[in-house]
């Protein structure tokens, strides 16, 4: 049989979502304060940038579908 909830419930269950929001939002913050976790490749110097290749185990090129390339202007 179906009851209705109760307001002290419905109030119990919105507290615990919130408790728990809270804390993961407090937790996201602190592991992220700690700073991004260190590549495997190693430093590379700010500005630098690495391209690497999809393929796998030097397999096909994978298809890209219809893609155009965006003209883009360097910041100096």
């Not at 592991?31 to 260190?38: R, V």
């Amino acid at each position: 049989m179906i009851n209705e909830a109760s307001f002290t419930g419905t109030a119990r269950l919105i507290l615990v979502l919130l408790a728990i929001w809270l804390v993961v939002r407090w937790w996201m913050r602190r592991s992220a304060s700690a700073g991004p976790a260190p590549h495997r490749g190693g430093r590379r110097p700010p500005g630098e940038v690495r391209i690497e290749d999809l393929r796998r185990d030097g397999g096909e090129k994978p298809q890209r579908g219809h893609v155009i390339d965006a003209d883009f202007e360097e910041i100096k």
